[in-house]
C-alpha cells in the first residue's frame, strides 16, 4: 500500500498557464476533430469558458422547484445559457429541435432521493448519446462514498464508448453530507475524474485554495452552483471560481430559482465572460427590462 501523500508545501505553479498546444481548452489537444468541435460547442472559443445551465435535477429528486414545467420556465431561457445540462428524457420531450446551443445529457442514475444516491448504475448508452446529437454526457463520480469504485467504473466505461464516437464525458464530483468540501477533497475528486479519462470536472467551490484545484486538474474545471443563494452572492461564487482557474459555471438552482432568472443567467454570462464585477453585471442585468419578464435578444 502507498502511503499517504499529506506534505502541505506542494508546487501547483498557480501563475504559470497550461500550454495548450494549438486548442483552446487545456489537456485537449490530443483528442480527434469531433471531440474538439463538441467541446466547442459546450465552451465559447473567444473565451474559453462556458456558462452551462443544470436542469437534470428531476433525474433523482422529481419535480425541483422551478423545473415543475420546463417548457415554461426553462427554454425562454436555454437561448442565454452556453449549454444545458439536461436528461435525455426532457431533451427529446421539451426541447424544441431548433436549439442551437451545448447539450450535455445525465448519463448516470438509478436511485432516488430516498435511496443510496452513490448507489448509480450508467443510465444512457453512448449510442442513445450520438443518436441525440449531444456535445457531451455527464456522469456523477462518489469519490469517498459508498460506492466509489462503482461510481469511477461507471465513468471510465463512458469514457471508453466517448472515444468511440467522439463525445466527451463530464465526471460530476458528487459530495455526501460526511464529506468536506475543501481543498484536499475537491482536488482528490477532479484529479482522479481527470486522470481515468474525463474531458471535463464539475465540482464545487471552495473558499480557500480553489484556485490550487483547479490548478491540479489538467482539463477543464466547471464550477456548480450548488444550494440557492442571494443573487449577488451566487455572481460573487462564480466570478470568483473563474478568476481562480475555473473554465466557467454549470448553475442551476442559482438561475432557474431566482427571482428573475433571465435576468441572473445574463448576469452570470457577464461575470463569466466579460469578467464583469459581480455588483456591476447584477446591477445592468436586473435593472433591465428582464426584471419583468420580458426578453432581449441574447448574445
Not at 463538441?38 to 445551465?53: E, K, Y
Not at 426553462?74 to 447539450?103: E, F, K, N
Not at 432521493?113 to 449510442?127: N, P, V
Not at 460573487?236 to 431566482?258: H, K, L, P
Request: charge should be neutral.
Amino acid at each position: 500500500m502507498p502511503e499517504v501523500d499529506l506534505q502541505p508545501n506542494k508546487e501547483f505553479f498557480e501563475n504559470v498557464p497550461p500550454d495548450n498546444q494549438g486548442f483552446f481548452l487545456r489537456g485537449s489537444a490530443g483528442y480527434d476533430w469531433g471531440m474538439k468541435n463538441r467541446l466547442a460547442r459546450i465552451f465559447r472559443p473567444d473565451t474559453g469558458r462556458t456558462v452551462m445551465l443544470a436542469i437534470d435535477h428531476g433525474y433523482f429528486q422529481g419535480p425541483t422547484t422551478g423545473l415543475e414545467r420546463v417548457d415554461v420556465t426553462v427554454v425562454p431561457m436555454a437561448p442565454y445559457a452556453d449549454a444545458l445540462m439536461l436528461t435525455r428524457g426532457i431533451l427529446r420531450s421539451t426541447i424544441p429541435a431548433t436549439h442551437r446551443g451545448g447539450l450535455v445529457v445525465r448519463a448516470s442514475g438509478g436511485p432516488s432521493i430516498l435511496k443510496e444516491l452513490s448507489d448509480e448504475r450508467i443510465a444512457l448508452s453512448m449510442e442513445d448519446a450520438a443518436r441525440l446529437n449531444v456535445h457531451g454526457v455527464a456522469v456523477q463520480v462518489f469519490v469517498g462514498g459508498e460506492h466509489e469504485t462503482q461510481s469511477i467504473e461507471n465513468m471510465t466505461r463512458l469514457v471508453d464508448a466517448g472515444y468511440r464516437f467522439g463525445i466527451p464525458v463530464v465526471g460530476v464530483t458528487a459530495v455526501g453530507k460526511e464529506l468536506v468540501r475543501d481543498e484536499r477533497y475537491l482536488g482528490l475528486a477532479t484529479r482522479m475524474c481527470a486522470e481515468l479519462g474525463a474531458q471535463v470536472v464539475k465540482t464545487y467551490y471552495c473558499e480557500k485554495g480553489f484556485a490550487r484545484v483547479t490548478a491540479g486538474c489538467p482539463v477543464p474545471v466547471v464550477m456548480a452552483g450548488g444550494k440557492k443563494l442571494p443573487e449577488l452572492e451566487a455572481l460573487t461564487m462564480a466570478y470568483r471560481a473563474v478568476q481562480e482557474g475555473a473554465a466557467g459555471v454549470d448553475m442551476g438552482r442559482n438561475i432557474f430559482q431566482s427571482k428573475s432568472p433571465i435576468a441572473m443567467i445574463k448576469a452570470v454570462g457577464k461575470v463569466v465572460h466579460e469578467a464583469m464585477k459581480p455588483a456591476e453585471a447584477f446591477e445592468i442585468c436586473f435593472q433591465s427590462r428582464d426584471v419583468d419578464g420580458s426578453m432581449s435578444s441574447p448574445r
